[in-house]
């Protein structure tokens, strides 16, 4: 009888890569991050070839939308379309979260934003995972509120007691409610109450206010808190 040898070469068949769902949920940023500001661990996929070195994967968001607080439903509308409101990008090779180049990060303008990723590996043929829902939520942070530098008012020559000069104006993007506060005074016979209201209030120095007595401005100084 004749001994023969077989030789029988199993040949690889490229298997897509797969998104580590664990990886997905929990992403946020906080408000005003600088570009490039990473956010939470990378993304993680495995591939049975990529993971022992035959290949590389490749990590793509396919679509983004920036989600206004006062419209929640834009995201579910928009969500297959690709938006310039997306401020985020991932990087390609380690599937890491960061805020994009050129952008900003504002709560009251975006509050989450809705994207869709997946992978892709460099085998014949190439292979991609199915797309994965992902957000990444902003935390809000406290902006300080804003108050004009000069608001001017005007009061007619003896007042009664208590009467109303007029109503500070300020604003606020958290809409938080917001409190003033008189800086130290002297003679000013003024008195600037917490919710923005200047009245007339004598005191021994200016028991009351005379337009012929020569001094007609006062100047108050204020803070405003949230």
Known sequence: SIKCYIKITILDVNEPPLIDESSLPG???PEDSLPATTIGQPLRASDPEADIGLQSLVWTITSCFGVSPTNVQSAQLTIS?????CHIRIGACDGQLMVAEGKT???????KYVMKVKVTDDGTPIKSTIEHLLTVTVDQRNDPPTINEVQTFSINENPNENDLVGTLVASDVDGDSLEFHQKAKTDEPFIIYSNGTVRFVSNSAVPNLNYESGRTTYNLGVTVTD
């Open 27 to 29: 992403h946020s940023v």
């Open 81 to 85: 379309q690709t938006n310039n409101n």
């Open 105 to 111: 990060i504002d709560y009251e303008t975006y509050n």
